[in-house]
């Protein structure tokens, strides 16, 4: 046998050393002049994503942006045109697997609960950020007062809890939901984020805008953050989560920003608080608010969350439970109360979390940051030897194995190498 074909065999042998160990299919060099086939299609390789409303009847929603508004809450101002949809990443945040539009669930997973309404939600480990199941969870909708997670988050990084607000007249018009602030009354930034969190006040947003410098720098701010924090699909458009232009974020982005969220002691304690004395202003009393959060008092172990709803947004929703020393969160959006309530859909899904055995592969992973959109689409958190996450101790022992395979095959052929002749033979003219 000529050298040359020996060196052919010791490579081929090599790559089948790899495959066998990694668990991929063995690639076989074409014959010089053959035309090389397309790559096939692997595990790893992230599913493109859908820029646009997917066929009926496939368990899809809308991709890019939130579906067109029922009412004339998103009109843009006159002269001005709505902004176009925020640009789709070209791999899936958190893993390939989550750009799929189905439901998405581990391998010899148990069926869903059914009853499920929601166009779009996710089921995540609230610590270490691994993904249970998700439903086309990076689909673009209205986030409705779920938004106020975001606006909490830039407060509690912005401002002091213990600064003064005065309350004003704007605040006390402002549309939708309310606390009960009012012209003249004194709030601490602790008491507003209270208000925004447990009583879903818009009059609270207002405040908190201001103090921050006013509605457009609070915007950018929010902005920045969800950018920094890997939240693509979140544009916010006002501090309440009222529609308007372009407003959009996704049920993967709602994990991911109140996961980040409970990490701040003051965020978490108002999120498990269910009664507060709101204090009152001119010769108006103080009086109790309650949590909107009604699962705090429904279904056992929850420990925080944040409700929503607009004609536009439909029902959207955030809890958290814990449960024997798990802590999950789910997210929905555009989610329907019939034929079952939205909470007892979170609940189903909670329950469904908690039932998986701890060592079930994620599908995915909640980011703490903006990853480099290196093909990963983001990882971290995904434990370890899971779809899209780090490396097992199997798979860090098989590289090792191949790596030591390759360099004795490498040996070789350098042997080989080292004893061909010179001269036109060497230089390839034969």
């Given at each position: ?12 042998l ?28 692997t ?51 958190g ?6 539009c189905a ?10 609960p059914?009853?499920?309404t ?5 089921l ?10 998700a439903?086309d ?11 106020k997670?975001?606006?909490?988050l ?39 984020l209270?208000?925004?969190i ?10 908190l ?6 509605v ?25 989560g ?30 498990r608080t ?21 699962m ?12 929503g709803?607009t ?9 958290a ?14 989610a ?41 689409g ?5 434990p ?6 780090v490396?097992?101790?199997?798979h ?8 030591g ?7 070789l052929?350098?042997l ?6 010179t ?8």
């Amino acid at each position: 046998m000529s050298r040359s074909g020996l060196a052919a065999i010791l490579a081929a042998l090599s790559i089948c050393l790899a495959s066998a160990l990694l668990g991929a299919p063995a690639a076989v060099a074409a014959p010089p002049g053959a035309v090389a086939a397309p790559p096939a299609a692997t595990a790893t390789q992230p599913a493109p994503v859908n820029t646009a409303a997917p066929p009926v009847g496939q368990g899809c929603t809308v991709r890019a942006a939130p579906p067109p508004p029922v009412d004339s809450s998103e009109a843009p101002r006159p002269g001005r045109l709505p902004p176009g949809p925020l640009p789709v990443p070209a791999h899936p945040v958190g893993g390939a697997r989550l750009g799929e539009c189905a439901d998405i669930l581990p391998p010899g997973a148990p069926r869903l609960p059914a009853g499920e309404t929601s166009a779009s939600w996710i089921l995540a480990d609230l610590d270490n950020g691994a993904v249970l199941a998700a439903r086309d969870p990076h689909a673009r909708h209205r986030p409705a007062s779920t938004l106020k997670v975001l606006t909490a988050l830039v407060a509690l990084q912005r401002l002091d809890l213990d600064a003064l607000v005065e309350g004003t007249a704007a605040d006390a018009n402002v549309s939708g939901s309310r606390v009960g602030i009012g012209p003249g009354g004194h709030y601490t930034v602790r008491q507003l984020l209270t208000g925004l969190i447990m009583n879903s006040g818009n009059d609270a947003a207002n405040a908190l805008a201001r103090q921050l410098g006013g509605v457009p720098v609070t915007l950018a701010a929010m902005s920045e953050t969800a950018s920094q924090t890997g939240a693509l699909d979140t544009r916010p458009t006002s501090p309440s989560g009222l529609d308007a232009p372009g407003m959009a974020t996704s049920a993967y982005d709602l994990a991911v920003l109140f996961r980040l969220a409970m990490r701040d002691p003051t965020f978490a304690e108002i999120n498990r608080t269910r009664l507060f004395e709101w204090p009152g202003y001119a010769d108006k009393p103080g009086f109790t608010i309650s949590s909107d959060n009604k699962m705090l008092t429904t279904y056992p172990g929850t420990i925080g969350g944040k409700t929503g709803f607009t004609d536009d947004a439909r029902h959207t929703r955030i809890v958290a439970a814990e449960r024997n020393g798990r802590r999950l969160v789910v997210a929905l959006t555009r989610a329907e109360t019939h034929p079952v309530p939205v909470d007892t859909q979170a609940a189903r899904l909670l329950d469904y979390g908690f039932a998986l055995h701890p060592g079930t592969p994620s599908v995915g992973a909640l980011v703490d940051r903006r990853q480099p959109d290196d093909g990963t689409g983001g990882t971290q958190g995904v434990p370890p030897g899971a779809p899209g996450g780090v490396p097992g101790p199997n798979h860090r022992l098989a590289g090792l194995l191949v790596i030591g395979g390759g360099a004795l095959v490498g040996g070789l052929l350098s042997l080989l190498l080292a004893r061909r002749p010179t001269g036109r033979y060497a230089a390839g003219r034969y």
